[in-house]
């Protein structure tokens, strides 16, 4: 697989596309086929589908953890179990549920 890491994407702001570092990305969230993408100064919308998005980010910072999330690593703030489910706490204190499928990933950030 030859994919391309990017340090940037482009989100819709009206009519303008705005740059976005890649860092700056709290976490993203699936919606259809576009995907919302929160940032600490907001939220923006990318006309692309949740699993493009993916295939460009650096995975040892970012980490898919639902069907629907992706979120970065650097924006954990704490995980907790709530009968049988995880679900991590982001710093700006978002609650992602990770999904089944996911759970193997997440574990292994654990010691």
């Known amino acids: 697989m030859n994919t391309i890491l990017i340090a940037h994407i482009f989100v819709e702001e009206g009519k303008r596309l705005r740059r976005i570092a890649v860092q700056d990305i709290r976490y993203l969230k699936a919606a ?24 460009k980010l650096d995975p040892s910072r970012f980490m898919r953890v639902h069907r629907s999330f992706i979120v970065n690593l650097e924006h954990i703030d704490a995980c907790h179990r709530d009968i049988g ?10 609650q ?3 999904g089944k499928r996911y759970m193997h990933q ?3 950030l654990i010691l």
């Open 96 to 98: 992602i549920g990770v």
């Open 106 to 108: 997440i574990k292994s």
């Open 85 to 94: 489910r995880l679900y991590l706490i982001m710093k700006n204190g978002q």
């Open 32 to 55: 259809g086929d576009y995907t919302v993408v929160y940032l600490d100064k907001g939220e923006f919308i990318s006309s692309s589908g949740i699993g493009s998005i993916e295939q």
